[in-house]
């Protein structure tokens, strides 16, 4: 070994041999062997009953007889059938608004098989310290470093891995009362404890055990400011050795009150309230969201007042910043609805639907617009009953006759209002497509009477007379001389 190295020589646990006489040089972290094996009874680890012989461990029964299976039960007790304790668990949760030690759990004097552990893995420490406010380990805002503590008559394992929860574990029996406590730097997330106590123990003489209610010193203040409170337990203690045991052992109607009293009722510095942010005002392309932010103090356990900005000695917090500064995804977007057609009774109206980006400057092909959310493009619409057909009549035609009476025909048709044929004009109230008419004659006398009569072949000329067709061509031709002057 080199010169001025100092070694300590130990039976480390875990990666070299237990009965082999390991060093560890001071200032470091590695082990040298020394010697196969350390001499003969040395115990095997600091927590076993198990001992070295000739550089292997051998086993050693709880009766300290090797190679016996002889095995402690639950109290610690060898060969015992655990009726000597009962198992004390549960889970402490709470929390200081700021932070601090609180007092989890006492381990009375005799207990065995110490199990402390966090529930989740944080920045909190577990603590330890006597019943006196002595602290063992992480006291007065220091953290240890993980390892073995021999502390109250038994050693204390203190773990913190980087990957796990910090735990805290003894096998006992405890020579003192111990209280664990834990450091809070942020939301205790849990501690689960688990210990056994001793509940019968031999008096002193052969008189019978006394017993009485014991007031706890005060515990920790709830809060560190503004107002807290602390309390005075009530335990029930052996008289002869001022240990404590279970409450049945005490008279419960003699049982004191606990005793509670305020704490910390100066105000609390101040500090930024803030506020939950609101929803942001857009979806996409840019929104706002806003928070409140205040100044205020805390003054009691319920109350606050606030404060100029300027009594919080921090950087105010922003209470508006963007959010949502995406693009937004093409839209449709309607054109105006096109006028019904037709103008009356039922029809459809049309309309143009784009697909264009969000600020309504560039125009898409419509493959880039969900279908599924495309605005209609026609639309049913009404302007009203139409109106009913009617009979439209012609203009009249020229009179038939050249000279005297004749006839003048014109046409009338049934049309709809938008000029189509139709059969839905009442047949009632058909205009007349024949009206008689008269036409000027030629009063210049025929020179030749022989030129105007009646072809005798024709008998029906009275009958052209009497009904008034002499006014057409044929008939006053063929019956010149019966029309003539008519």
């Known amino acids: 070994m080199k010169q001025g190295l100092t070694a300590v020589c130990v039976c480390p646990a875990g990666g070299v041999k237990p009965c082999a006489l390991n060093c560890l040089a001071e200032g470091y972290n590695f082990y040298t062997e020394r010697s196969p094996a350390v001499i003969d009874g040395t115990r095997c680890q600091a927590d076993s009953l198990d001992i070295c012989i000739n550089g292997e461990c051998k086993h050693v029964g709880c009766d300290n007889i090797l190679g016996s299976d002889a095995r402690e039960d639950i109290c610690r007790v060898c060969g015992g059938d655990g009726s000597t304790c009962e198992t004390i668990k549960g889970l402490f949760n709470d929390s200081l608004p700021r932070g601090g030690y609180m007092e989890v759990v006492q381990i009375p004097k005799g207990s065995v098989h110490i199990e402390i552990q966090e529930v989740a893995m944080s920045k909190n420490y577990i603590a330890l310290k006597s019943e006196g406010n002595d602290y063992y380990i992480n006291g007065a805002w220091t953290i240890d470093w993980p390892r073995k503590f021999d502390i109250a008559g038994t050693a204390f394992h203190y773990k913190r891995p980087t990957d796990e929860v910090e735990s805290l574990e003894a096998l006992g029996a405890t020579t003192e009362n111990l209280v664990i406590m834990v450091l809070l730097q942020e939301q205790n997330p849990g501690i689960r404890y688990k210990f056994n106590v001793p509940i019968q123990r031999t008096g002193s003489g052969d008189n019978d055990v006394g017993f009485t209610w014991h007031h706890l010193p005060w515990s920790e203040c709830s809060a560190t400011c503004a107002g807290g409170s602390q309390k005075q337990e009530v335990v029930c203690k052996r008289l002869d050795d001022n240990s404590v045991v279970q409450n049945s052992y005490c008279d419960p109607d003699g ?26 005002s857009k979806s996409c392309d840019g929104g706002t969201r806003m928070r409140t932010v205040l100044c205020i103090r805390k003054i009691g356990p319920a109350d606050e007042e606030n404060l100029e900005d300027v009594h919080c000695l921090t950087h105010r917090p922003i209470e508006r910043e ?123 006398p025929i020179a030749n009477g022989d030129e105007c009569k009646d072809v005798n072949k024709v008998a029906y000329c009275p009958l052209v007379l009497k009904f008034k067709f002499c006014s057409r061509a044929y008939f006053r031709q063929m019956c010149c001389k019966t029309c003539q002057g008519h």
């Open 255 to 280: 049982k004191p009150p606990e005793n509670q009293r305020p704490c910390n009722a100066e105000p609390c510095p101040p500090e930024w309230f803030i506020g939950d942010w609101s929803d942001c």
């Open 322 to 444: 963007s959010c949502n500064n995406q693009s937004c995804p093409p839209q449709w977007v309607p054109l105006d609805w096109s006028e019904c057609n037709p103008k009356c009774g039922h029809g459809f109206k049309h309309r143009i639907v784009l697909c264009k980006s969000s600020d309504l400057t560039k125009t898409f092909p419509p493959a880039l617009c969900s279908e599924l959310i495309k605005p209609p493009v026609r639309m049913r619409c009404s302007l009203g009953r139409c109106p009913p057909p009617r009979w439209i009549p012609g203009e009249w035609g020229q009179c038939s006759a050249q000279c005297g009476l004749g006839q003048q025909i014109r046409t009338v048709q049934c049309l709809s209002y938008t000029g189509q044929p139709s059969n839905d004009c009442p047949e009632a109230l058909r205009p007349s497509m024949i009206q008689p008419c008269e036409s000027k004659c030629d009063a210049t």
